[in-house]
C-alpha cells in the first residue's frame, strides 16, 4: 500500500508536532509517523489517580519564559504555576541551603575559547577564583545531572551558550504545567487526531529511500507488520541523536539511501545523554514535616546516584518526591532491575533526610522508574554536545538536496538543546525551510 502527502514527518514529538502545526496551517498534506502508541515524544505524562496529579516521565519544567511555548500553552486553555526554587544540599553529611554551592553559573556564563571539556574548566576555574570544593563538586555535579553529560567530555562552550541562553530568556527558574505538560502536545496534534490518514501511530520508520523532490518511506509496525510505503516530495526528521545513531537491524533505526553522509558524520560527533527518573508518592510528605527541610523545593546530593531530588510544588498536599540522575551515573543504573534502582534511590533519601531505609520503605506507596535509554524510539535523555562539536549541531541541522529537513532539541543552533521550547522551535525552522524551497521549485 502507498500512503502519499506533501511531507513525511518522523516522530510526533514536540519538534514534529510544530512542524506538522506550521505546513498543515499552509495548507500542506502531511503525514506524520510516529514508532509509539501516544504523541508527545520525550514528553510523557502519567497521572496518580489516588492523589489526583500529573507525574512526568521526561520533560518536566518550563524553563524561563520561552514567549512561543507560553502562547501555546495559553492557547490550549493550561495554567503554568512557577515550582519551588529553593535549593538543599547535603556536604560531608550535612544538609543546608545550597545557593551557594552554584558560584560556578556565572563565570560559566563568561566561559570563552578555545573550547574544552568542562571537567577541565572546572579545575581551572577552582584554581583562578579558590572555589572551596563544594563548588567545584556542585559545577561537576550539575554537567551530569542537568545537562545528563559527562563533563570528562561536555563541551564548555556548548554549556556556556545555553546557560547564556537561558538567562536572556527569563533565567532557569523552572515552572511546571499544573494540569500536565503532554496537555500542551496533545493540543498541538488536535488537527491530526481530528484528520484521519495523517497520524500514524505505531509506525516504525525503516527505510527513507530519497532524491531531490522525492521520498518513501517505508514503515512498520512494532509487531513487524508491515505498513507500506509513505511517499511525498520531502520529509522532515525530528529523531532523537540516539535514534539516528543506532545500526539497523536495532529497534528504531532507520535506513537513509542513499545515505546523508553530511549528517551522519555530525550526528555521531554528538552524543545522548544517559537520563534515570524515579517518581516515589509516599505516605506522608515527611519532607514537608521536617524544620529543616520543609522550605526547600530542589535537594542536591552530588556524591549520590540519584543527586537531585525535587518535589511536585506549586501542586499543594503531595506525597511525591522526584529523583534525577543523569550523565555517567544514568548509564551505570541503566539496564539494573527497578527493585535495584528503588533501593539505590532510598539509600539516597536515607542519607538525604536521616531516615533508614526500613522506614523509607515503610513509608513508600508507589514507584515508577523511567530509564530512557532502554526506550528503543529515544535511546536517552536529550542530546549532548563533546568538546569540540559545537558545529556539528549546525551541520545536523542542514537541510539536504531540499528534500530533507532536520529538526529536534539537538538541532538549536542558538543554545536550547535539550529543552522543549527548543524542539518546537527546529520544528518550525525545518518547516520554513521546507516552505522556501518548494516556493522556488
Known sequence: MVHEADVVILGAGAAGLAAAERLMGKGLRVIVLEARDRVGGRVATLRDTVADVPLELGAEFVHGKPAALLRRIRRAGLTVSPCNDTHALLWRGKLDDGEESFAFQEPLMSAKAPDRPMAEWVAEQARLHQWPPVVSAMARSYVRGFYAADPDIASTLAISRMERTAEDSGGTTPSRVLEGYDRVLHAMAAKLFAKPGTLFLNAVAEEVRWKPGSVRVRARTRQGTPLGTFQAGHAVVTL??????????????????????????????????????????????????????????????????????????????????????????????????????????????????????????????????????????????????????????????????????????????????????????????????????????
Open 240 to 441: 532523537p541523536v540516539g535514534v539516528l545513531q543506532a545500526k539497523p537491524p536495532a529497534p528504531g533505526a532507520v535506513r537513509f539511501v542513499p545515505r546523508v553522509r553530511a549528517q551522519e558524520r555530525a550526528w555521531n560527533r554528538l552524543a545522548m545523554g544517559s537520563l534515570v527518573k524515579i517518581l516515589l508518592r509516599f505516605r506522608t510528605p515527611f519532607w514537608r514535616e521536617q524544620e529543616a527541610t520543609a522550605r526547600f523545593g530542589f535537594f542536591h546530593a552530588p556524591a549520590a546516584p540519584f543527586s537531585t531530588w525535587w518535589t511536585l510544588a506549586p501542586h499543594r498536599r503531595t506525597r511525591h518526591l522526584v529523583g534525577w540522575s543523569g550523565g555517567p551515573t544514568a548509564a551505570a543504573l541503566s539496564g539494573s532491575s527497578d527493585t535495584v534502582v528503588l533501593r539505590r534511590a532510598l539509600q539516597g533519601l536515607s542519607q538525604l533526610f536521616h531516615r533508614s531505609v526500613r522506614e523509607l520503605n515503610e513509608q513508600l506507596e508507589a514507584w515508577h522508574v523511567q530509564d530512557w535509554q532502554g526506550e528503543p524510539y529515544t535511546r536517552g535523555g536529550y542530546a549532548v554536545i563533546p568538546s569540540g562539536s559545537l558545529d556539528a549541531v549546525e551541520a545536523l541541522a542542514r537541510p539536504v538536496g531540499r528534500t530533507l529537513f532536520f529538526a529536534g532539541e539537538a538541532t538549536h543552533v542558538g543554545g536550547e538543546e535539550g529543552t522543549v521550547h527548543g524542539a518546537l522551535e527546529t520544528g518550525w525552522r525545518a518547516a520554513d525551510e521546507l516552505l522556501a524551497r518548494r516556493s522556488k521549485a
